[in-house]
């Protein structure tokens, strides 16, 4: 198991055996998470925000443009998706114990 130093400015070196397998180079983003046995380090993909909305609504779009429009007023739509989320929840409920 590679060991890494921490450095000036609490800065550490990854060893290219560690790298190399999750493609990470320099300038790229680590997400760091403390769990309970260290510190976890996971690659992650950076986007810029106006890129990211672009590329999103241009998804949208796409799906939208497939599938047919709906034949309920969004005040239905509202009521039916707000009827499925506490029918989700009444059924996830963990069940109360009877004592005998």
């Known amino acids: ?8 400015f609490a800065q550490v070196t990854l060893p290219p055996e560690v790298r190399k397998p999750f493609n990470v180079n320099e300038g790229d983003y680590l997400e760091v998470e403390a769990v309970e046995d260290g510190i976890l380090l996971k690659p992650v993909t950076v986007i810029e925000r106006k890129r990211a909305w672009k590329e999103l609504f241009e ?7 497939r599938n047919p429009k709906s034949r309920k ?13 506490k029918d989700y929840r009444k059924e996830s409920r963990p069940k109360k114990k009877t004592h005998a």
């Open 59 to 65: 998804v949208i779009d796409r799906v939208a443009a």
């Open 73 to 85: 007023s969004a005040k239905q739509e509202e009521e039916e998706i707000t009827q499925m989320i």
């Open 1 to 8: 198991m590679p060991l890494v130093k921490v450095k000036r």
